[in-house]
């Protein structure tokens, strides 16, 4: 949820504006993973001293910080070698504040750290520390990291920075990457991690990370650290991913690996991510403008994996045995939180109709490891996450490989520690997101998911061909047909879809602006779309909205209409309609306000609701993918209209770390 960045220059003269510059803006490239405050450390070039700067608020207003209020610094000072950590926070111990904010430093200044996760055991720790004599200004785990390391050092002044490192990480429990600098050791920067993501950014590209350095020892002129790759993409794509229990000693333009006190080697990867997703471009927001990505994104993720002239569906990443192993599986468990995990609901009824001899199980991560159910080697769990990086979705993953299971990862982004942990692995391969709300995300899941239960139901085929036009065909086969035809047709769905319902989107918004609360309600294939639909109005509009089966409405829900409700109501002309018209009925009859979204808008859905919202038909299965999108732009366009920010709404983050 927070975002450390750490920047390193070795024998590149510069001066300290431009080092400060590199901090910042990088800071604003992970602005999207939510944040309330940040801070930065460099080094005073006369007195050696750290010089930290924090600010609650937006980056710009710590830039204002650092350019108008920070007379201690010299900012045409020359440098050639220097080491700058900085950090976007998320409140998690202690509210926002200046004393909370990090970089957080030692009783005497002299050890500096930003930190993402969280220290579990932080109140022991301090507490043996106030004992010892020590203070702390801050409500924050994070204090106790840098004390710590000071009393540490206050007992061996004769210790490296590295030994220092693994002493301190020794003592810590919980989740947790750091950047550590000290005025003891100059020259010198520690990067650490345990169950958080650390990655390094290689500027001159070496490809291979050693125990004696980057490329056996060659000199590294200029290294990034960062929670996220996107931060210093406009500098480099070549990373190196850090583990768990690493420790990167960097010192005076050599860095060492080590784990357990043991020098590593760590090889580099180059990470095929496009800096242009994190510009706007000409939309108001990057939400908006992931919106109307969606018909390239969901064709990025079919592209190479289905061939529309012999229908025809093929994952080259997946070997013959791990299909096998799929296909032999007890059943398969789709498991995620939030957004992904509306996107699993989306797709469990494709994979019970096209695998219909393996059970399909759905789990929601944090009540998986509450429950602790029973996992056998011969199920396969099915992990997808945006990030890759979510926190309860990667317990859960340890929880299940602790028990043998069969691991597929389903993530967007390259390296992430969900793809590294994984057995099998398949990108999304939508494009960097940087909403805090997904959107383009949610749809590709929903593509490639479908596009697993496609090849893995290849067998379950009768006749010749699956391309078959005529013959004879078994009823699965003919049902891959029309999915592979509905897949084909989305791109194009969803392009006609944004042009004819932006409009409807818009004056919807004007009417719902001050709405207390909404219910969406949905049935069938809509279901996930109604669970979806009604966390992008929450998450965006602060409007309390709830996501309802139809068949659920009179168990309870009903209670809450009356004639100042309004209610969405998902209405495509597929088997389920019947019974959704049912519902809309009992809305009406209390006095409900219904909105319907309908691929077809006859007179008896006009005349029972206020407004109909005519979307684009395709395969029902995939319909959701098509209804989503005036919801999408509703949301987005509430949120405006409420003057609220629409990229980064409050409370949330884009990559949720902790748990």
């Known amino acids: 949820m927070c975002g450390i960045f750490g920047y390193i220059l070795h ?25 309330d405050s940040a801070g930065l450390c460099v080094d005073d070039v006369k007195s050696k001293k750290h010089i930290v700067v924090r600010s609650v608020g937006n980056i710009s207003k710590l830039r204002e910080r650092v350019f108008s209020g920070c007379a201690d610094l010299d900012f045409n ?8 950590i900085a950090h976007t926070r998320w409140a998690t111990h202690g509210p926002p504040s200046e004393a909370n904010c990090h970089p957080q430093a030692s009783n005497n200044m002299e050890f500096v750290v ?85 990655v390094i950014g290689l500027q001159n590209g070496k490809s291979n990370g050693t125990a004696s350095g980057i490329a056996n020892g060659s000199v590294m002129n200029k290294l990034f650290f960062s929670s996220d790759v996107a931060s210093f993409l406009p500098y480099t794509q070549e990373v190196i991913f850090l583990e768990d229990g690493d420790v990167a000693h960097y010192s005076k333009g050599a860095l060492t690996l080590y784990n357990d006190a043991t020098p590593v080697s760590r090889t580099s990867q180059t990470v095929d991510v496009s800096p242009e997703g994190l510009c706007k471009g000409a939309y108001p927001s990057f939400m908006l403008k992931e919106i109307y990505e969606q018909p390239e994104s969901v064709s990025r993720s079919m592209r190479d994996r289905i061939d529309f002239n012999t229908r025809e569906v093929t994952i080259k990443e997946m070997s013959d045995g791990v299909r096998t192993t799929l296909l032999s599986a007890r059943r398969l468990m789709l498991v995620a ?22 059970s399909i199980t759905l789990e929601n991560a944090p009540d998986l490891l509450d429950r ?72 590709s899941q929903v593509v490639v998911l479908t596009l ?68 969406i309600l949905g049935r069938g294939y809509d279901y996930a779309t109604a669970l979806e639909a009604a966390l992008k109005v929450k998450e965006l509009t602060y409007i309390h909205t709830e996501g309802i089966h139809c068949g659920e409405l009179k168990h309870g829900p009903l209670a809450l209409v009356d004639e100042h409700s309004t209610i969405v109501a998902f209405c495509p002309h597929d088997k389920f309609l019947g019974r959704s018209k049912s519902a809309i009925q009992q809305v009406k009859a209390r006095g409900g306000r219904v909105v319907a979204i309908t691929t077809e ?10 407004r109909c919202v005519e979307v684009p038909a395709i395969v029902d299965c995939l319909q959701g993918i098509v209804n989503v999108v005036p919801l999408q732009l509703l949301a987005h366009h509430l949120a405006v209209r409420r003057g609220l920010n629409v990229d980064c709404p409050r409370n949330l983050a884009k990559s949720v770390t902790v748990q």
Request: proline share 3%; net charge negative.
């Open 452 to 519: 697993l239960a496609l090849f893995l139901s290849k067998e379950n085929c009768s006749g010749n061909s699956s391309h078959s036009h005529g013959g004879s065909q078994s009823p699965i086969q003919k049902r891959r047909l029309e999915i592979i035809d509905g897949l084909a047709a989305l791109p194009g769905a969803l392009s006609h879809c944004l042009k004819c319902t932006n409009d409807v989107a818009t004056k919807l918004a004007e009417e719902l602006c001050d709405a207390k609360a909404i219910l």
């Open 77 to 84: 000072a020359q440098l050639e070698n220097h080491e700058g």
């Open 114 to 198: 930003v930190h993402n996760g969280i220290i579990t055991n932080f109140m022991t720790i301090k507490q043996m520390l106030l004992e010892e004599g020590y203070h702390f200004s801050s409500d924050t785990d994070t204090e106790v990291i840098v004390v710590l390391a000071e009393h540490i050092f206050s007992m061996d002044h004769s210790i490296s920075f590295a030994d220092l490192a693994g002493k301190v990480m020794a003592e810590l429990d919980g989740a947790y990457a750091l950047l550590i600098k000290s005025v003891h050791f100059p020259g010198e920067l520690i990067a650490c991690k345990e169950a958080s993501p650390l």
């Open 337 to 358: 939180c939030g957004t992904s995990f509306h996107s699993c609901v989306a797709a469990r009824p494709i994979f019970e109709e096209l695998l219909p001899n393996i």
């Open 372 to 443: 602790e159910p029973r996992i056998g080697s011969d199920d396969v769990c099915i992990f997808v996450s945006q990030s890759g990086e979510t926190a309860d979705t990667l317990m859960a993953l340890q929880y299940c490989k602790k028990y043998e299971a069969m691991i597929v990862g389903l993530t967007n982004v390259p390296g992430s520690s969900v793809l590294r942990l994984s057995d099998f692995a398949l990108l999304l391969n939508a494009g960097v997101e940087v909403g805090v709300a997904s959107t383009k995300a949610y749809t």
């Open 11 to 35: 024998r590149i003269p510069c001066t300290t504006r431009d080092v400060l510059n590199v901090l910042l803006d990088s800071l604003q490239r992970m602005e999207y993973r939510g944040y």
């Open 601 to 610: 808008p006859d007179a008896e859905l006009v005349s029972a609701t206020s």
